[in-house]
């Protein structure tokens, strides 16, 4: 305001730059900092990526910077055109791109106005360094695994004689799988196969995997197979990721992996009991030492069974042998035999004759003496026996009874032999010679005889 009109007094404005303005000179800055032609390179760590639409996009970190709020993030974009042979290269070379792995891109920087927002526009990735990078965790991981002890525990595991129990690690309907089960099913062993389904490629391979043999360790298997068939480094990335190695060496049976290799062995494979280049040739060699089990044992079966026809061609040569020693022994015995039996006839019959003589002597002497020895004897018998019956007559009960003599029983049918054995009241039955009475005992005295009440 000014203090002597009292009126407000306006100040000079600088002109407002458009929004449009502002960028093309941010735009201008970009160009004369990063001319056209100009590829830098970058280095940064992943920290999110993705290449759903078929291109490429990341996010970029300082892998050396403590995070924070004010953390710088650099956006990335790799078009189709140019992602699709870098992607193919890396996989060649077994490079899979993932969140955490620290990158060297080349390109160029653009300004994006409709968000206001600073791209890289990627042209390039240092595949060498990557591969360097690889190696150095590939190296770290196999000296982890070998202070822990775990780099040769499945290896140390003995396979079974005959493993015909097998547990089997692969993706479904794949190559590999088909061409380990072609394998054991045209052998016509007795293969008792359990599969575990596992995905064998792409970024969640490895904790798929790793479920997979987790499951197949709580089973009773002879061996375990990890199959999956060729492809290149990227594709088999999966078998070098420490969850798989980790999974492998803490199984309580014998892994087998038959991964179609393009080049140096897998993590997987130098952890597992026994490695193959394919799924044809594990299935083959399982195959093998199955068959060669078996022909071992038909072999032993075929010399027992030859040991035996022998052994029975010998002993019906040594039966035959004796058999006929034994029949012209025994003819010679019947023969002698024979002879000393007529001998003994002609004995035994002139002997039974001068016996039969002797004895029919004897029992007529003897008959003359039994007759009236016999007879003397039923006569003493005779004169006892009356005797007898005279005695047993005096003390017949009956008799007794007609001479006047009674008796008198009990209320149970036992004879009354003293007065003691009655009470007043007592029943009593007295028997006669005729008959019988019944009565009732009034009193007892043992001075006199007792008096009794019909």
């Given amino acids: 305001m000014d203090p002597q009109s ?10 407002a730059l458009s929004i449009a303005a502002l960028y093309r000179q941010v735009q201008a800055a970009i160009t004369a900092s990063f001319p056209r032609g100009y590829l830098p390179w970058v280095r940064g760590e992943i920290q999110s990526i ?28 790799c078009w189709g055109r140019t992602w699709g042979p870098l992607k193919a290269t890396l996989g060649q070379q077994g490079v899979v791109l993932e969140p955490g792995m620290v990158v060297s891109l080349r390109g160029r920087v653009e300004f994006y106005p409709p968000k206001g927002q600073v791209n890289f526009i990627a042209s390039d990735v240092d595949v060498t360094a990557l591969l360097g990078r690889l190696a150095a965790r590939r190296a770290a991981l196999l000296h982890a695994l070998g202070s822990e002890g775990l780099l040769d525990r ?25 061409d380990f089960m072609g394998r054991l099913q045209g052998s016509q062993l007795a293969f008792v196969v359990t599969l575990f389904r596992a995905n064998v490629q792409g970024s969640g391979a490895p904790a798929s995997i790793a479920r997979a043999l987790g499951a197949l360790s709580g089973s009773d298997f002879d061996v375990a197979v990890l199959v999956r068939g060729g492809g290149s480094r990227g594709d088999l990335a999966a078998f070098d990721a420490e969850p798989v190695a980790r999974a492998i060496a803490a199984l309580p049976v014998p892994l087998w992996t038959g991964i179609g290799h393009t080049g ?38 075929v010399r027992v069974g030859r040991g035996a026809v022998d052994a029975l061609q010998d ?17 010679n015995q019947l023969s002698r035999h024979a002879e000393r039996l007529d001998r003994r006839v002609a004995q035994i019959a ?33 004169d006892r026996a009356a005797t007898w019956r005279r005695l047993l007559a005096a003390y017949d009960i009956e008799r007794q009874l007609e001479r006047g003599y009674t008796i008198t029983l009990g209320p149970d049918g036992a004879v009354l032999r003293s007065v003691a054995d009655l009470r007043a009241g007592s029943k009593i039955f007295t028997r006669f010679a005729d008959g019988g009475a019944s009565s009732t005992v009034d009193a007892t005295d043992h001075r006199s005889t007792t008096e009794g009440q019909t």
Wanted: charged fraction near 25%; include cysteine; aromatic fraction near 4%.
């Fill in 50 to 77: 993705s290449d759903r639409t078929g291109h490429c996009y990341m996010e970029l970190v300082d892998p050396d910077v403590a995070r924070g709020r004010d953390t710088p993030v650099l956006k990335v974009n």
């Fill in 154 to 178: 499945n290896r140390e595991l003995e396979v079974p004689l005959v493993p015909l129990r097998v547990g089997l690690v692969a993706s479904p309907g794949s190559e590999g799988c088909n």
């Fill in 6 to 15: 009292g009126r407000l007094a306006l100040e000079e404005q600088p002109e």
């Fill in 315 to 331: 002993a019906a040569t040594r039966h035959a042998a004796a058999r006929s020693r034994l029949s012209s022994a025994t003819r």
């Fill in 350 to 382: 002139g002997q039974a004759r001068r016996q039969l003589d002797f004895a029919g002597t004897s029992v007529e002497r003897r008959a003359g003496l039994i007759g009236p020895r016999a007879l003397g004897a039923v006569d003493r018998q005779q």
């Fill in 264 to 301: 140096d062995q897998s993590v997987a494979d130098i952890v597992a009991n026994r490695a193959f280049v394919t799924p044809t040739a594990c299935g083959q060699e399982l195959v093998g030492q199955v068959r060669q089990w078996w022909e071992s044992v038909v072999r032993s079966g």
